[in-house]
């Protein structure tokens, strides 16, 4: 926090630089450290990653034939639950917004095309995966299906557990499923299928501090039935110096047993526990629509974008006071 002198008076100003240090990072995984802010902005953008970062979702579904045991709402609830890639997600259009298609899924603006034609004609029970689901985008399609399978109806090419997809129903001798599906750009806000994140969470970072005099005076069993008090594994004897050191404080949930502890062997004080003000844990878990690193870049963009736009309506509402006043309008 600072002051600015403006006008003769001094303005407080609250501006922060945030800094963010990643820590694990996988295609579906990310941890990371958010530092110097505070919750307001850590909770803001654990819920921009959940409801507010777009994605790709199947949104309209147009059943043609469908014999299986699952009814056509049903089959078109599974399809919408579908995740697909969606690196293309930020630059598409909301099919709300876009000006040049009417809505019928026939545009490169703001929607994909997928079919499905799969019939079984063998006394085996056939599986009916989102690897059968035949896009007309090679870069958007079902999550842990390549490319050449998505624009592709051959089914001999997968094989593999992870090339056969997510099961959608299965069909029997005789019976059939054809259908045509439109997939739109959306927000978790609007329908969870649009959500990108599987899991946001953070923490505050915790800050330990052993009493060393106290400790001291706990013997080595004492010292073992307090280690063991905590529920996670947060404390370590070392072995050699028989000192109580602190193993992994992020491990530490905040469940205050080794407080509880301390006061019932009549040694409060002996440890404190407080977590830093400005200082946040996040793990992300992707759906495995867009990697977990891009939902947090693309998360920071959408909040930037929000902050932007209140700026702006900020400014504008200065304007129109300022114009008000030099007309002489008294506003209401």
């Not at 994605?55 to 034939?65: F, G, K, M, S």
């Not at 080794?258 to 404190?272: C, D, R, S, T």
Request: overall charge negative.
């Amino acid at each position: 926090m600072a002051s600015e002198k403006m006008g003769g008076g001094l303005r407080t100003s609250y501006q922060r630089f945030p800094k963010v240090h990643i820590r694990e990072m996988t295609d579906d995984y990310l941890k990371f450290e958010l530092r110097d802010t505070d919750a307001s902005i850590a909770n803001a953008l654990r819920r921009v990653m959940i409801a507010e970062v777009p994605t790709i979702a199947i949104d309209l579904v147009e059943i043609e034939i469908n014999s299986s045991v699952l009814n056509d709402e049903f089959i078109s609830h599974r399809l919408g639950l579908i995740p697909l890639t969606s690196d293309d997600a930020m630059s598409m259009r909301f099919s709300r917004d876009c000006d040049a298609c009417d809505g019928d899924g026939q545009c490169e603006f703001c929607s994909v095309e997928f079919f499905l034609s799969v019939r079984c004609d063998s006394d085996q029970t056939l599986d009916v995966t989102t690897a059968d689901l035949q896009s007309t985008n090679p870069r958007v399609c079902p999550v842990n299906v390549t490319i050449a399978s998505a624009m592709s109806s051959d089914r001999e090419g997968c094989e593999s557990s992870e090339q056969k997809g997510i099961l959608i129903v299965k069909l029997h001798r005789g019976q059939e499923l054809r259908l045509r599906a439109i997939a739109r750009k959306g927000i978790g806000k609007d329908h969870a299928k649009w959500s990108p994140a599987a899991t946001v969470a953070f923490m505050y970072e915790p800050q330990i501090h052993i009493n060393e005099e106290l400790m001291e005076t706990l013997t080595l069993e004492e010292k073992q039935a307090w280690v063991e008090s905590s529920p996670t594994k947060v404390f370590v004897i070392d072995p050699n110096t028989q000192q109580v050191e602190v193993n992994d404080p992020e491990a530490y949930t905040y469940e205050d047993e080794v407080l509880k502890k301390a006061e019932a062997m009549g040694k409060p004080g002996l440890i404190e526990i407080f977590p830093k003000e400005n200082s946040f844990i996040f793990t992300v878990e992707s759906t495995g629509a867009i990697k977990a690193s891009q939902m947090l870049l693309n998360a920071i963009n959408v909040l930037k974008q929000k902050l932007d736009d209140i700026r702006c309506s900020h400014d504008d509402a200065s304007d129109m006071n300022e114009l008000t006043s030099h007309l002489g309008i008294q506003s209401i």
